[in-house]
């Protein structure tokens, strides 16, 4: 260890740990990307067992498409459209996430439902970017917001949309 810690630090050492550092912080952030997906899928799949396609690229009004985590019973002619994102930090990241629902928002039917689950964190570092997103609500653009709090609210109003839709 004392070999070690006396060791002269050559220039490749500090591009490895550069490397591993960035390479680290963005795998564990895809991870809560995905980790808040999985959750999402969970409860989707518990709704609608197999009738969905999972991130996929929709096709809405006019032909648009846009990406999104779920397409309910289909990419094809969604009824519901479910983006969910998990962020554990800041940044330009959590601003795209705004690009994302426009995207969203344009595409889709104005019948269809588009419900946006997030994991919550780190919003209050961000609240001018989770006002818009409050506000879309608000305007009707998107039918709900949830966290992981409200998987059972999550859960009855898919429940809802599923007969509401005849899905």
């Given at each position: 260890m004392a070999e070690q810690a006396n060791r002269v630090p050559k220039w490749n050492d500090t591009l490895i740990e550069?490397?591993?550092?960035?390479?680290?912080s963005a795998i564990s952030g895809q991870k809560r990307g995905?980790?808040?997906?999985?959750?999402?899928?969970?409860?989707?799949?518990?709704?609608?067992?197999?009738?969905y396609d999972c991130r996929c690229t929709f096709t809405g009004q006019r032909n648009m498409t846009a990406?999104?985590?779920?397409?309910?019973p289909s990419k094809g002619a969604p009824r519901?459209?479910?983006?969910?994102?998990?962020?554990?930090?800041?940044?330009s990241k959590m601003t795209d996430i705004i690009g994302d629902i426009e995207k969203i928002i344009e595409a889709?039917?104005?019948?269809?439902?588009?419900?946006?689950?997030?994991?919550?964190?780190t919003w209050n570092q961000r609240k001018s970017d989770f006002r818009r997103?409050?506000?879309y609500q608000n305007n009707g653009d998107i039918t709900r917001i949830y966290t992981?709090?409200?998987?059972?609210?999550?859960?009855?109003?898919?429940?809802?949309?599923?007969?509401?839709?005849?899905?």
């Open positions: 550069r490397l591993r550092s960035g390479r680290g995905r980790g808040v997906e999985d959750f999402v899928e969970t409860v989707v799949t518990k709704v609608f067992g197999n009738d990406k999104c985590d779920f397409a309910i519901i459209v479910i983006e969910s994102k998990g962020y554990g930090a800041t940044g889709k039917r104005p019948d269809t439902a588009f419900l946006f689950f997030t994991d919550g964190m997103i409050v506000e992981k709090s409200m998987s059972d609210q999550f859960e009855a109003d898919l429940i809802q949309l599923k007969h509401e839709h005849g899905l």
